[in-house]
């Protein structure tokens, strides 16, 4: 029972998007001990973790973006209709990060940083 209360507080607190959040630090140093596995990383359970932190992240950012715009704000990118990117753009996106700032960034704010470049708005 004190863990449940425990645990309601928490997430009063602290928002869940911020619990989801992985330090750019982290991400990297898993996924180049997954690049150093060659085939063999995809028998890791790091192989899936960061594929669905990184889908976990597109899906906030669109629904940020499209939120900004419903509400009739500007918003920071201009993304196509269908966007494609590679493992390498996503590892760009993160190397970009510089490394004094990889362990206060989370993965979500370098993809939006990389989206803003990538997509600028026109006005």
Known sequence: MKFRIMFGALLAVVPLSSLLAMPVSTFLQKAERLEKKGPLALFSGDLKLLTNQIKADFAA???????????????????????SLTDKDVMAAMRAVSPSARA???TRGALRAMLIRRYPCKS
């Open 61 to 83: 950012l669109r629904s940020e973006r499209l939120g900004t715009k419903a509400a009739g704000k500007p918003t920071a990118w201009c993304p196509p209709e269908k966007v």
């Open 104 to 106: 206060q960034t989370d």
